[in-house]
């Protein structure tokens, strides 16, 4: 049986004030979603508030999940595969500050959105969409 790179995620959608928290990785160009890896046998609930905790010391009032994003692509010679739980969520505290080095958070207007690179690609039009008609939704990209 071939090995495969499959991987569950949940990303928080963060909205506050007209703007949208992102997550930028130092050393790479590009934005996404604040989240992480669900770990075996944990809900993505529970992956989401251990997510937030660890990366931006926040505490999760609420969450609704919003959609899902498949993304299939090659890093390298290697395939990978994940799958997007996506959330709308609320949080204690908004000053973005995070304990990690390699990420830095930032808050964006939502009206600049489209101009930001924001990874996955699919994860970020339906994001733009759901912004405007609040309907949940189901993407994929190859």
């Known amino acids: ?82 799958l997007n739980v996506v959330s709308l969520v609320k949080i204690n505290r908004h000053d973005a500050t995070t304990p990690l080095r390699h990420i830095e958070f930032h808050w964006i207007e939502v009206a600049k959105l489209a101009r930001k690179r924001v990874l996955p690609y699919a994860l970020k039009k339906s994001i733009q969409r759901w912004l405007k008609d609040r309907k949940f939704f189901w993407a994929w990209q190859r």
Request: hydrophobic share 40%.
């Open 1 to 82: 049986m071939r090995r495969r790179n499959f991987e569950i995620l949940v990303r928080a959608v963060i909205l506050h004030r007209g703007k949208i928290l992102l997550c930028w990785l130092k050393d790479f160009s590009f934005y996404f979603l604040p989240g992480g890896h669900v770990e075996s046998g944990e809900s993505v609930r529970r992956a989401l508030t251990r997510e937030l905790r660890e990366e931006l010391r926040a505490s999760v009032r609420s969450q609704k999940v919003i959609g899902v994003v498949e993304n299939i692509w090659k890093d390298g010679r290697k395939k990978r595969h994940e």
